[in-house]
T-cell receptor, first 115, second 112 residues
Framework: DQQVKQNSPSLSVQEGRISILNCDYTNSMFDYFLWYKKYPAEGPTFLISISSIKDKNEDGRFTVFLNKSAKHLSLHIVPSQPGDSAVYFCAAVNAGGTSYGKLTFGQGTILTVHP | ETGVTQSPTHLIKTRGQQVTLRCSSQSGHNTVSWYQQALGQGPQFIFQYYREEENGRGNFPPRFSGLQFPNYSSELNVNALELDDSALYLC???????????FGSGTRLTVV
C-alpha cells in the first residue's frame, strides 16, 4: 500500500529553467509534508515543508504547493541549477498524532539539471 | 548545534549474524526514528522511540529491535540477518510539534 507516490522516476531540465516535481498521497490523516534532497552515500537533506493549513510555502528558489482536495503536492525549483541534480523525496506525516516521527516517503525522483 | 551522527558508516555481515547500529540525535530532539532504504526505493519506517520506549512501528519483523538511552541516542539491532536486510539504514531525530526531522548520513549494511 503505497500511501505516498512520486510517479516520475526521473526528470531532466535545462539550467535556468523551472523544475517541477510531483507527489500524490492517499492518507487524509497526513497533515505535514516535506521535501528532501539526497545525494548518493548521504542522508536526506531537508529542503522545504508545508503544513496542511497552507497551500503554498516559499523559500528562495524553492516553492511547495499543496492541493488538499486533490491530495497532491509539487515542488518548484526556479531557476534550476546543475547543483540541484540529486534524488528528491516527498514525505508525509501525521504530525499531530503519536507517531509524529513516522515519515512516509515516496519512491523518489531523480532530477538532472543540464548546463 | 550538532546534527545527527550514525556509526558505523559501512558494515559487512554474514547471513545469520547480528548487528547493532548507533545514532546520536540532534541537540534538543527527544525522538528518534529508524528507516531502511533499499536500492532505488524511498526510506521505509522501521520504528520510533520516545522517552526510551518504542511508540510506533512499521511493517518489520521482531528481529528488528531498538533502544533509546536517557541522552536520546539510540541503537538499532537486527538479529538473524538475511540477504534482503542489505540496505542503507537511516536515523532521524525530531521533537513533537517542532516540525523538524533531521537525518544522519546512514549506515550502509551489506549482508553476504
Amino acid at each position: 500500500d503505497q500511501q505516498v507516490k512520486q510517479n516520475s522516476p526521473s526528470l531532466s531540465v535545462q539550467e535556468g529553467r523551472i523544475s517541477i516535481l510531483n507527489c500524490d498521497y492517499t492518507n487524509s490523516m497526513f497533515d505535514y509534508f516535506l521535501w528532501y534532497k539526497k545525494y548518493p552515500a548521504e542522508g536526506p537533506t531537508f529542503l522545504i515543508s508545508i503544513s496542511s493549513i497552507k497551500d503554498k510555502n516559499e523559500d528562495g528558489r524553492f516553492t511547495v504547493f499543496l492541493n488538499k482536495s486533490a491530495k497532491h503536492l509539487s515542488l518548484h525549483i526556479v531557476p534550476s541549477q546543475p547543483g540541484d541534480s540529486a534524488v528528491y523525496f516527498c514525505a508525509a506525516v501525521n504530525a499531530g498524532g503519536t507517531s509524529y516521527g513516522k515519515l512516509t516517503f515516496g519512491q523518489g525522483t531523480i532530477l538532472t539539471v543540464h548546463p | 548545534e550538532t546534527g545527527v551522527t550514525q556509526s558505523p558508516t559501512h558494515l559487512i555481515k554474514t547471513r545469520g549474524q547480528q548487528v547493532t547500529l548507533r545514532c546520536s540525535s540532534q541537540s534538543g530532539h527527544n525522538t528518534v526514528s529508524w528507516y531502511q532504504q533499499a536500492l532505488g526505493q524511498g526510506p521505509q519506517f522501521i520504528f520510533q522511540y520516545y522517552r526510551e520506549e518504542e511508540n510506533g512501528r512499521g511493517n518489520f519483523p521482531p528481529r528488528f529491535s531498538g533502544l533509546q538511552f536517557p541522552n536520546y541516542s539510540s541503537e538499532l539491532n537486527v538479529n538473524a540477518l538475511e540477504l534482503d536486510d542489505s540496505a542503507l539504514y537511516l536515523c532521524a531525530s525530531s521533537s513533537p510539534g517542532e516540525g523538524g526531522y533531521t537525518f544522519g548520513s546512514g549506515t550502509r549494511l551489506t549482508v553476504v
